[in-house]
Structure formats: structure tokens, C-alpha cells
């Protein structure tokens, strides 16, 4: 079975701009939730979107956005980036909504905002 | 409250050492307490976990010990290798689906 699948792994982008990661979750699983890993915050929640559906959102700005498609594929979106955006940004995908003890992470995409 | 803190920020050990890594949490809420392991360039990885209502949880070199009163959990790596050197994060999660609110990290290194 594959893993959680996250494109594209790395990605630099100028201040002002916006981007858009994806996520394929592991098959049959429906849930989808993003985290952003910095050394200086470590790992903060972003959001959590369960049948195309955001469940849940962390502490960030109105610039962080996601959705989830039918297919359980998600993607997450920030305009306007600042430099402060650099980050991992990780996902994460269960099987069910708060199955927290099944969570498997991707790789993550490396973000760099110059 | 919602932080998690972990210490110490580093740990070098030798091979066969025990390694010991301890978080402390605020929020009562938090019933469930997860280990994580991430190597460079990966996402992190389950490692073990508990629940509050048992004080111990083992597996295999891996120990999670936690003191509900205190408020306080540890990771303990029994008979430390090589390969166990990586970042450990420590987690806790309430019932607010599959949040979780890590620590900030422990870089292990295990010296051969």
C-alpha cells in the first residue's frame, strides 16, 4: 500500500506569491490533516478536513487555506506569502475523523519563501 | 493551556545507553500521548503511545512511563543504537479529532 504522498517535495517561491500544495492520502483513507514544521515553532496544526469538509482549524491566518476533494485528495493553499511561510509542510491522512492513533505522515513539502 | 513541552532540545548517549526524553502537558483534556520519530527528510512516524488510565507501556526498547498527577510523560529508550538517532517528538491529543499539539523536539544521537 502506498504511503501519503505529497507534491511536489520542494518549491521556491517570492514573497507575494501564492502556492498550492497536494496531498494523496493513503488509500481508503478519508481523512486528511496538514501540520507545518518550522525549528523555530516545530510542528503546529494547520487544519483537518474529513468528507471534503474542514473539521478543525488551527491558530493561522485567513492566508491558509485548504479543501478536500471526493477522491479524499487534499490541497492546501497560501497567498500573499511571507518569509515567515518558509516551513515543511506535512500531511497527514487516517483512515476515520479522529483516528488519531492511525496517523501516517507524508514527507512533506519544503517550502522556501525568498 | 494548550503547549507541550519537551526536554532536553538535545541528547547524546552512547551505544547501549539508555536514552531518556520527558514532556510535560497543561491541558487536562488530553487523553491521548503519542511518541514520534522523524529522520532527515521524512515525515515522522509513530512510534508508541499511551493512554492515561496505565502508567507504563512497553515495546520492544521502548518504554513510555507517565505520571497522571504530575502531569508529566517520558520516552526511554533501552539499549540506545545507531539507528535510533533521529528527532523525537512527544505529542498529546484531546478529542478534537485527530489534532495533535507536539513538543518541540529532542535531536538524539547514539554514538557508536
Known amino acids: 500500500k502506498a504511503g501519503v504522498t505529497q507534491t511536489p517535495r520542494y518549491l521556491i517561491k517570492t514573497r507575494g506569491q501564492q502556492v498550492t500544495l497536494s496531498c494523496s492520502p493513503i488509500?481508503?483513507?478519508?481523512?486528511v490533516s496538514w501540520y507545518q514544521q518550522t525549528p523555530g515553532q516545530g510542528l503546529q496544526f494547520l487544519f483537518e478536513?474529513?468528507?471534503?469538509?474542514?473539521?478543525n482549524k488551527g491558530n493561522f491566518p485567513g492566508r491558509f487555506s485548504g479543501r478536500q476533494f471526493s477522491n479524499s485528495r487534499s490541497e492546501m493553499n497560501v497567498s500573499t506569502l511571507e518569509l515567515g511561510d518558509s516551513a515543511l509542510y506535512l500531511c497527514?491522512?487516517?483512515?476515520?475523523?479522529?483516528?488519531?492513533?492511525?496517523?501516517?505522515f507524508g514527507s512533506g513539502t519544503q517550502l522556501s519563501v525568498l | 493551556q494548550q503547549q507541550v513541552k519537551q526536554s532536553p532540545q538535545s541528547l547524546i548517549v552512547q551505544k547501549g545507553g539508555i536514552s531518556i526524553i520527558n514532556c510535560a502537558y497543561e491541558?487536562?483534556?488530553?487523553?491521548?500521548f503519542p511518541w514520534y520519530q522523524q529522520f532527515p527528510g521524512k515525515g515522522p512516524a509513530l512510534l508508541i503511545a499511551?493512554?492515561?488510565?496505565?502508567s507504563e507501556k512497553k515495546e520492544g526498547r521502548f518504554t513510555i512511563s507517565f505520571n497522571k498527577s504530575a502531569k508529566q510523560f517520558s520516552l526511554h529508550i533501552m539499549d540506545s543504537q545507531p539507528g535510533d538517532s533521529a528527532t523525537y517528538f512527544c505529542?498529546?491529543?484531546?478529542?478534537?479529532?485527530?489534532?495533535?499539539?507536539f513538543g518541540e523536539g529532542t535531536q538524539l544521537t547514539v554514538n557508536p
Open positions: 491541558n487536562t483534556a488530553f487523553d491521548y
Open positions: 488509500s481508503g483513507h478519508r481523512s
Open positions: 478536513y474529513f468528507s471534503e469538509t474542514q473539521r
Open positions: 497527514a491522512s487516517s483512515s476515520d475523523r479522529g483516528r488519531r492513533e492511525k496517523l501516517f
Open positions: 499511551i493512554r492515561p488510565d496505565v
Open positions: 505529542a498529546a491529543s484531546g478529542t478534537s479529532g485527530s489534532r495533535l499539539t
